[in-house]
């Protein structure tokens, strides 16, 4: 939920403002109203020094394995090298400042003829690997009379490339130690990173005070979750500072914090990515953790799949950064476990039918066939006309909240028709309603509805003008909401070409099996291979898939904007 905000408003005298800001600080409950960027060249200065120092280690990282790649190069140039030994580049240099002018060659072994040596100078260098490599030193203005075999001279010798690769190594070394040496600071370096991140709000927040009364007093405007009203209002008095409280307004634009239990919050980071909602708005991160977690399993869609990614969430438990999103990748990788079991998938192996499962628990299954269609796409059918049915409730709801129910005809006029209309249809298919009582019953929805969508869709407004509207809206509603149902058969789609997949490096390995034998070694390879890449492929669109619908599809139908701003206290 969306926490109510206080709005805090300062009046300062010329010259207290810094002792101010330093004491709020402190609180670290404040959220001073400021800038959300550089504004000018100081605090694109203090911004660009914190960017520097967080970017330490990972330019630090990258010099180490751009010098890997250099010294990889250099080693192979090295080898090229080698069978034209060491020269002077300045004998050759000397001769060719004569008129004379070297060729460099190469042949085969069975092809070198010695009576070459007749035509013109000939110097066999080295013989290597089956192949002869020779120069020619031929006046300048003849022709090389062996120009068949002509190569590209070597741009320094084997000795300079030894030496070059000696320098590189010693520059690499050096910086595996700098890296090495930041790592073993990495927490120094977070600590005075978030430091001057702080020292950057400051700044911001100070150039954010409003002068007044011919510039001897300042004014400012700050936030706090009114929860926290009695902490942030006794230390505010022991300031000394004059301040006027009062709750928070949607005209006012507050700063919004939101208010979650253990579980939703964990889907938290997914709200933040779309944008935090308006003040008069909903918080979505509830609807966002049930579906996005059920959308995810059902695109992964295999039991064996759920315990990889829920030793991958352990694992991640074990790193420091990575630590807050192990929570979150258990929890993806228990649902997709329990999704993976009732769609009876492990590792792609379809088990419904192994005689050793009780029947009460197959009976609990997703059913191979559900009226004749595949049982996997009926469901994700049926989950994404529900997921829109809760999304035009919601907006309902919220725009019965926000512009009382006179001002929300329209919408539920929509939401009766859509919602109803999927309500008692579930109720024929379910046997409780007869088809002459839901016939009755849709007509009256039917008129109900239409003469909000219609009619009373603005009260305010012109019956003409509500008529061409409600025309226009039926125009979009009916071409866009089948468009969105459908969306959901990604759902399935993924799900099943997951498994296809899957089972394609399953039957490969079986290949491989054969007899057994030492065969177990490549049978055992294709499968930790094949599913290692096929859980990875399956994990990005189990990600990006149910995010889309989320953000599309229950957001445009919900209402929801993302405009909000995240509460943002000054804190050391």
Known sequence: MICKMTKYSFILL????DKFLDQVQRIGLVDITRASKPMDDKSAAILAKAEARKRLIPEARAAVDELDVRLARAIKKEAQLKVWGDFDSE?????EELGYTFHFHECDQ????????????????????????????????EKDPLEAYKTEAPEYSHETAAGIIREITRERDDAAVRYLDLLGREDVIEESYRSEMADLDLYLASQAAVPAAENTIETMVGYAPTENDAEVSAALDATGVFYIKEAATV?????IELSNNRFTAMFRVLTDMYGRPAYDGFDPTPFLAVFFMLFFAMCMGDAGYGLVIIGIGLFLARSKKAEDYAPLVVT???ATFVVGFLFHTFFSIDFIDWEALPGWLRSCMVPSKIAGYDGTMVLALVVGVVHLCLAM??????????????????????????VGGVIIGALMLAGVLSTAVAKITII?????????????????????????????????????LLGDVLSYLRLYALGLAGAMLGLAFNNLAGMMLGDGGIMWIPYILILVIGHSLNIAMCILGAFVHPLRLNFLEFFKNSGYEGSGQKYNPLER
């Open 14 to 17: 010329k010259g207290e403002k």
């Open 332 to 334: 993806l990788g228990v």
């Open 110 to 141: 069975d092809k070198f003829d010695d009576s070459w040596k007749d035509l013109c100078p000939v110097k066999v260098i080295r013989r290597f690997n089956g192949s002869v490599f020779f120069v020619t030193v031929i006046p300048d203005g």
């Open 251 to 255: 005209e006012d634009n507050p700063p």
């Open 91 to 95: 004998d050759i240099k000397r001769i």
């Open 444 to 480: 009256v929805i039917g008129i109900v509805s239409a003469i909000g969508i219609f009619l009373l869709n603005d009260i305010r407004r012109n019956p003409l003008a509500n008529i061409g509207i409600g025309l226009w809206d039926t125009y979009n509603t009916a071409t866009g």
């Open 393 to 418: 409730i919601v907006k309902t709801y919220y725009s019965v909240v926000n512009k009382g129910f006179l001002g929300s005809l329209g919408t539920w006029g929509w939401t009766m028709l859509i």
